[in-house]
């Protein structure tokens, strides 16, 4: 099937869950990714039972905590 | 929202950063939950950005219009789970593009011109120079701080539950 990735279109297995396309993805931060499909938060507990659809939108919005410190140190 | 002294030299040390390292670090992830919940509970419009490597994200937060930050990221990450810009890393350059747009939502904020960034995150890529413009949720569904029965409704005082964590 086919769905969208980050703005980019992907053809994945039909049945793929959001975890598995974390994991297919290589999501730098996979423990802590906030993910949106067609526009609406899926919460991080249902990552695993979340399965995909055919033309779904799926957007990845990655924690920055920011700064420079440290270079003092 | 009246502070006690207390309150505004802890708050204040979140913000400042007067520890640097991992001290400092836990403080400034968490400062962006203290400065979102704070906008949110009195009104007033926060530009959040944050950077790191070659990548940055950019909102503008209207309390009770669009989304918070909080809406985004419930709360802040666990230990190890994302990466801290001294590990990472972060681009000087980075600061420059972000923060030049964080002013131009503040311009457009105060002499109403345009749209703002309300309800959208704003990605860079510097790598693939690639600007990206996410569509947001509506403000408030579950949301523990902005919703219309929020869960949190004092400022949290990370610093106090981070020194109790056993690492």
């Known amino acids: ?73 | 929202m009246a502070f006690t002294n207390e309150q505004l030299e802890r708050y204040s040390r979140h913000i400042i950063l007067k520890e640097i390292g991992v001290k400092g670090q836990k403080k400034l992830l968490n400062a962006k939950f203290l400065i979102n919940d704070a906008c949110v509970m009195e009104k007033k419009p926060l530009s959040h950005a944050g950077i790191i490597r070659f990548k940055g994200q950019l909102t503008t937060i209207l309390p009770g219009e669009g989304p918070c930050y909080r809406c985004i990221f419930q709360s802040p990450p666990p230990k190890d789970a994302v990466p801290t810009c001294k590990e990472a890393g972060v681009i000087g350059a980075m600061g420059g593009v972000i923060g030049s747009l964080q002013a131009m939502e503040a311009v457009k904020y105060i002499t109403g011109a345009g749209e703002l960034l309300s309800g959208y995150l704003l990605t860079y890529d510097a790598l693939k120079m690639e600007f990206r413009k996410i569509k947001l949720p509506p403000r408030g569904k579950g949301c523990a701080v902005c919703s219309d029965t929020p869960t949190i409704t004092k400022l949290i005082d990370y610093e106090q539950a981070a020194c109790e964590l056993k690492h």
Do not use: C, R, W
């Open chain 1, 1 to 73: 099937m086919k769905i969208i990735v980050a703005g980019v279109k992907k053809e994945v297995a039909e049945g793929l869950t959001v975890q598995g396309l974390i994991e297919q993805e290589q999501v730098e931060t996979p423990e802590y990714v906030t993910v949106s499909v067609n526009e609406e938060f899926i919460e991080s507990g249902t990552f695993a039972s979340h399965v995909l659809k055919d033309g779904d939108e799926v957007e990845f919005l990655y924690f920055m905590g920011g700064g420079a410190y440290g270079i003092y140190e």
